[in-house]
């Protein structure tokens, strides 16, 4: 019945600041960026090794998620990465400090999280 995850949309507080980090900093390529007049808000489409994976909106006014402590709903939104102590220092160069890096009990796999501009968690988990 399924194939695999199509996307997962976002709703930013403040739509440059989310677009540089996603684009930017971890360096999803945009697709396309539309502004929708009928709802103020724009819908950017961000692609990472080729697939479409995440839609960036900017409505306004948007009410705040709770996200610490941990609320029922998404919980986070996890990346794969080949080595996490590379991208914990890649991203050192973008002012962003990453939690200490973790090892996941199950798997063995190292992992560490990030928070994006409005404070979703991100995790980074090795491959």
């Given at each position: 019945m399924l194939n695999r995850i199509h996307h997962v949309a976002i709703i930013c507080s403040n739509y440059?600041?989310?677009k540089a980090f996603y684009n930017n900093v971890l360096g999803l390529r945009i697709i396309r960026?539309?502004?929708r007049?009928?709802?103020?808000?724009?819908?950017?489409?961000l692609a990472l090794g080729g697939d479409?994976?995440?839609?960036?909106?900017?409505?306004p006014s948007p009410p705040e998620r709770p996200s610490?402590?941990?609320a029922r709903g998404l919980r986070?939104?996890?990346?794969?990465?080949?080595?996490?102590?590379?991208t914990v220092e890649a991203l050192k160069q973008h002012n962003i400090i990453?939690?200490?890096?973790?090892v996941d009990e199950?798997?063995?796999?190292?992992?560490?999280?990030i928070a994006d501009p409005d404070g979703l968690p991100i995790e980074f988990y090795e491959k």
């Open positions: 440059e600041v989310s960026e539309t502004w007049a009928a709802r103020q808000s724009y819908k950017l489409d479409y994976v995440i839609e960036l909106f900017s409505f610490r402590p941990e986070h939104l996890a990346f794969e990465v080949d080595e996490v102590s590379a990453a939690e200490p890096v973790r199950m798997t063995g796999k190292r992992f560490t999280f």
